[in-house]
């Protein structure tokens, strides 16, 4: 009991220091310029600091793995929230190898905040250390896991330099199509962060809006009942054909179009749609403030580092997650999946996504050495495997049910 | 076959890049760095770039394209996430589906969507016509890229290039040029660099006048080990196709029933079955669950028994028993190349239904217990005194029939029925009497015998997967052998530093396939600790 | 190398990949190569029969079979028997035999059901479905129609009647 209460403290302590790495390391990137300052001295100055505090913040968050894991008797990886942590924990894991071998202060300042926004998308899903379930009950459960997750967070680094090559490389003077889908994956970052402060703000303040649908569906036991629809954030789409039996904070604005029949279909769409939402508005607002392209307004940080050597520290970063990955991920799981139900793959879509990523990078490994893509199109090709990997763990865990999906949003 | 000379007098074969002996760019003179050949085949020919004739040679050209590969790669890649819009076939809350039940599934689960999607056959994707030939398209790839490569890169590797052509160093992206230090000797300095360059686990070559070091060449052959275990991998999955490679079985066991596992000479007993539950004392934190439980584990204890008497099916078995103990999820019970996984239970079910008869018409005295198994009901019973049950009829899941008369829905006591007649003093007395959802009715008005209903035998029905795969081992090979190639290949590189003299200038070169920042470091280090008066210019290639 | 030799190999290397190609697709059309198939022998077997001793497939050689799986529950199954037992009365002498195949049921349930519908051809019990199985069994009825060779002839999933009976009786008698 206490353990765990220690570990709640110290998953907490790591997240306010990863916060305020991030914090020192932009000052780090974007105070160079300051008046009175030797640039170089101010970078080394505080990226420094935020070095540290990041070095502090990934003791506390291993003292939170190992205290949970003993608290829980288990290895901190089995529901959603424990499996977001562990793998915020391997990308910071993997930030600090890479830092220790390229000593490149900028790398900070993009995984950081990277770090701070994954352990934010955990602490949504609910803490509770549950005891396991018998299908859960087997060592491959700490292997297979924590393997793909240090493949994953091996990968989320490569994201992160492949991101800062493109905004070191992408000229803004001028609109291009480059800038554009720049500032879209941009957004799409700002998308995630929407979700994650609608999802923790709405499920805080416990104002849920039901639906119950009005035709009759065929539920898990074989009975015929009125399925229900539970909208933790305010309803904008309202299921096809459905009444609102509990009123939240907001009436719906319109409905779901009728083929969009799935028993929760709508309320992924809500929730999509809010995501989109307020991601939208975000970007907006930062846009009306600083008045040019994001990219434009975070270039002069990255400013007189060497793409080629952010290019290297991607690939770097892709060819050592890649092996990890395809261990953790597709091999142990094979192993797993055999001793637990006999088959070593059953084409489930979380076994398929796996697949997905695996197949992308290995598409990325080939073009990269065979038809030498590097730089700009290498860099892209990172960013939009980062991209599958969060569906592969979003997505697929909320959306699509399947043998693996620990807990629904 | 047509030869190409260098001017070292070497000949090459059509389509070389490098020549094989010197190094020395064939066809382009080059003066920009640029127009360089790639070193990923050290310049080697390619065979399958060079024969475009016979309609055989073209199909393998095809092949043999990693632009092809990476195309089918894509391919799959889009075509498995199809898979996974909405459920498999296999995944759908459908019990034992005709075509027809399948269909509506969708069509009702997921509207105009899920009907074009079933319409389309992507409710089977992954085992589909298309999706299994791109697979083996992947493979036939593998296979002919490998091939392609691996025999010229076999070639370059064996013998390392020492004395190279000034283009050639001058072409690597790592070059240095420089005037010789004054007073220097072209001996001490080449021996004091391969000293350094020992220490760091390089290799050397060297002749009077020029020095190759090379180290972690065996990485240059990680792709193509990788693509062996790919290989091996999808030959194991293509195995299991094979008669007799592969089982999948599933037996549903009432608890003291013992039953014959389909395909195989084997029976299986469920002695018992038992769910238990995380007692909240267990629990690391104090739960909300809604009054509902966690369960700690399911658990089938089991006796194998192989049937001596298999030959033909359905006759008397004679078991001799194998195996025993339990099988729990995630601990199969194993034995030669059969598994028995715990994989459902139906709790609580209808075993038999148990009475007492009472005597009505002498103060209720109860005259012997009267046990109906619902599996298999018992054609009479004797409860001693001259008392004999007989069951009728029984109807175990009972419906009333559209004639009136009563019938079964079912062959499962799910809600079953149980005629009974009791006979006593030497068949002088006969009653029937009718049990039905709880209740017993008396064929008489004023009946002798009357029965009490007591507890009912309930009991657990596992569901056991019974699985063989001879396959898996290969496939596991097939996975460690593909581990073994990755790493090889990105976890190591293969670096090879040239320093040679030519005239009164000493020439430095160095090539990696990845990881130039270490290989930088290297150099820098070597011209350092040498002395050499060098500064290296590192070329971006674009 | 030269020319020739490389041709040959190339041609070994495709054509071994050529055969993988069919053997993949071909077993993944053909998902069950021990279902039972019009013109393969008819697995052999042997059950209980109702009221009597044990009874095998192959001690009706040199017979025409007609086996029909079937369950109380069923009603096109009811439907057929009369049709089965009239057929069975008709040919029995000529060389025939119908077998019942119950699946999984009592003693107790069959017995009453059988009187009652006046049948008098064997009735198997198949009492842990372990022939319903073997012989893959859908829906039923089922009906196969045995030569006397013991090859099956024909299968016919749902209810039958008396001409399409007769009609494919005609085929499988000795």
């Known amino acids: ?409 | 076959m047509d030869q190409r000379k260098c001017e070292c007098g070497h000949t090459n074969p059509i389509g070389t890049l490098l020549c094989e002996s010197c190094g020395k760019p064939l066809d382009i003179e080059i003066e920009e760095q640029t127009a360089f050949p790639d070193m990923r085949y050290e310049g080697m020919a390619r065979r399958s770039q060079t024969y475009t004739k016979k309609v055989i040679d073209r199909v393998w050209n095809w092949f043999s394209s990693v632009k092809i590969a990476i195309g089918i790669i894509i391919v799959i890649l889009i075509g498995s996430a199809v898979g996974t819009i909405f459920p498999q076939q296999q995944y759908i809350p459908v019990p034992v589906p005709t075509e027809a039940d399948v269909a509506r599934f969708y069509t009702e689960t997921y509207g105009k969507l899920g009907t074009i999607y079933y319409e389309l056959g992507f409710h089977n994707l992954y085992s589909s016509w298309w999706f299994v030939t791109l697979l083996v398209m992947l493979g036939t790839s593998l296979v002919i890229c490998s091939l392609d490569r691996v025999i010229p890169l076999y070639k370059a590797l064996k013998k390392p290039r020492l004395n190279q052509h000034k283009s050639f160093l001058k072409g690597q992206k790592l070059f240095a040029e420089g005037p010789m230090p004054e007073g220097a000797k072209q001996d001490e300095l080449l021996a004091n660099a391969a000293q350094v360059l020992r220490k760091k686990g390089y290799r050397i070559f060297s002749t009077d006048r020029a020095l190759m070091a090379e180290k972690g060449r065996f990485s240059r052959w990680g792709p193509y080990t990788n693509h062996i275990g790919l290989i091996l991998f999808l030959i194991g999955v293509l195995m299991r196709s094979i008669p007799g490679f592969f089982m999948d079985e599933y037996v549903w066991v009432r608890e003291g029933q013992t039953v014959a596992i389909p395909d195989t000479p084997y029976y299986v007993k469920n002695v018992s079955y038992h769910t238990e539950y995380w007692s909240e004392s267990e629990m690391p934190e104090k739960l909300d669950l809604k009054g509902g439980v966690i369960p700690k584990s399911f658990q089938t204890d089991a006796i194998l028994y192989l049937n001596k008497n298999a030959d033909l099916p359905g006759a008397k078995p004679d078991l001799i028993e194998v195996k025993s103990g339990p099988i729990v999820v995630n601990h199969p019970m194993e034995h030669e190349s059969l598994y028995l996984y715990q994989s459902g239970v139906q709790e609580m079910q209808l075993g038999a239904l148990n009475f007492n008869l009472i005597d009505q018409k002498n103060g209720n005295k109860e005259l012997g217990l009267i046990k109906v198994d619902l599996y298999d009901p018992p054609k009479e019973q004797d409860l001693g005194n001259g008392i004999k049950v007989r069951t009728l009829d029984y109807f175990p899941d009972f419906i009333m029939g559209a004639d009136g008369k009563p019938a079964t829905q079912t062959n499962l006591p799910k809600n079953p029925m149980v005629a009974l007649e009791i006979i006593a003093d030497n068949g002088k007395i006969s009653e029937k009497m009718v049990y039905l959802q709880g209740s017993v009715i008396t064929q008489k008005t004023d009946p002798q015998f009357g029965l009490v209903i007591r507890k009912p035998d309930l009991i657990d029905i596992t569901g056991l997967n019974v699985r063989k795969d001879k396959a898996v081992p290969l496939i596991y090979f097939g996975s460690f052998i593909f581990m073994i190639g990755v790493a090889m290949g990105f976890f190591w590189q293969h670096r090879r530093i040239w320093v040679q003299f030519q005239e009164d200038d000493v020439m430095l070169a160095g090539h990696t396939n990845k990881n130039w920042f270490g290989l930088r470091r290297e150099v820098d280090g070597l011209i350092e600790q040498t002395k050499l008066p060098l500064t290296v210019e590192e070329k971006s290639k674009a | ?174």
Not at chain 1, 47 to 67: E, P, S
Not at chain 3, 117 to 136: A, C, E, H, M
């Open chain 1, 1 to 409: 009991m206490q353990f765990i209460q220690v570990s709640d403290w110290l998953l907490d302590i790591a997240f306010l220091l990863y916060v305020l790495s991030s914090i020192v390391f932009v000052i780090a990137m974007t105070g160079k310029n300051w008046a009175g300052r030797d640039p170089k001295q101010h970078e080394a100055k505080y990226g420094r600091i935020a070095y540290w505090l990041a070095v502090i913040g990934f003791i506390a968050q291993t003292g939170y793995v190992v205290t949970r894991w003993i608290g829980g008797g288990h290895s901190p990886t089995s529901n959603m929230f424990e499996f977001m942590a562990f793998l915020d924990f391997c990308i910071i894991l993997a930030y600090l190898i890479i830092y220790r071998i390229y000593k490149l202060t900028v790398i900070g300042a993009f995984v950081l905040p990277l770090g701070v926004i994954m352990l934010a998308y955990s602490y949504v899903f609910p803490k509770d250390v549950t005891p396991l379930i018998p299908s859960l009950q087997s060592y491959w459960l700490h292997i297979h896991v924590t393997t793909a997750a240090l493949g994953e967070g091996i990968l989320a680094v490569g994201f992160a330099a492949g991101l800062m090559y493109l905004i070191r490389t992408v000229p803004q003077t001028v609109s291009t199509k480059s800038t554009k889908w720049l500032e879209v994956v941009l957004a799409v970052v700002l998308m995630l962060v929407g979700f994650i402060g609608m999802e923790s703000t709405f499920a805080r303040m416990d104002q849920k809006t039901v639906f119950e649908m009005n035709k009759e569906t065929q539920n898990a036991m074989g009975q015929m009942e009125k399925a229900q629809a539970e909208y933790t954030m305010p309803a904008l789409v309202a299921p096809a054909d459905a009444t609102i039996i509990k009123q939240g904070p907001m009436s719906p604005l319109f409905t779901a179009p009728t083929w969009m029949e799935g028993k929760d279909a709508a309320r992924k769409l809500n929730t999509m749609l809010w995501s989109v939402l307020t991601g939208v508005v975000l970007y907006g607002v930062l846009r009306l403030i600083f008045r040019k392209r994001l990219g434009a307004l975070i270039q002069p940080s990255v400013e007189g580092i060497e793409p080629e050597l952010l290019d290297e520290i991607s690939y770097r970063a892709i060819s050592i997650g890649y092996p990890v990955f395809t261990l953790g991920a597709l091999i142990f799981a094979m192993i797993w999946a055999q001793e637990a139900w006999g088959r070593f793959w059953g084409w489930d879509p979380k076994e398929v996504w796996a697949l997905i990523v695996w197949l992308f990078y290995s598409a990325y490994l080939h073009l990269r050495l065979s038809r030498g893509w590097i730089g700009a199109k290498s860099a892209w090709m990172s960013v939009i495997g980062f991209v599958i990997i969060l569906i592969t763990l979003v997505v697929v865990n909320l959306v699509i049910a399947g043998l693996h999906s620990y807990a629904g949003v």
């Open chain 3, 1 to 174: 190398m030269n020319k020739s030799n490389r041709t040959y190999i190339r041609v070994a290397v495709l054509g071994l990949l050529l055969v993988a190609l069919v053997f993949a697709l071909y077993s993944s059309f053909v998902k069950d190569p021990n279902a039972v198939k019009v013109g393969k022998a008819a697995p052999n077997f042997s059950l209980q029969q109702l009221n009597g001793p044990d009874m095998a497939l192959s001690d009706l050689k040199g017979k025409g079979v007609v086996l029909n799986f079937w369950g109380t529950w069923c009603e096109p199954c009811k439907k057929e028997l009369p049709a089965l037992q009239q057929q069975y009365d008709q040919f029995k002498d000529k060389g025939l035999v119908v077998v019942g195949v119950n699946i999984g049921e009592s003693t107790v349930a069959v017995e009453p059901f059988v009187k009652q519908f006046g049948v008098n051809f064997p009735i198997l019990l198949d009492s842990q479905s372990q022939i319903t199985k073997l012989y893959r069994i859908g829906p039923i009825p089922t009906t196969f129609f045995i030569s006397p060779d013991g090859d099956v002839e024909e299968i016919f999933i749902g209810q039958l009647n008396e001409a399409m009976i007769a009609q494919k009786v005609s085929k499988i008698l000795p």
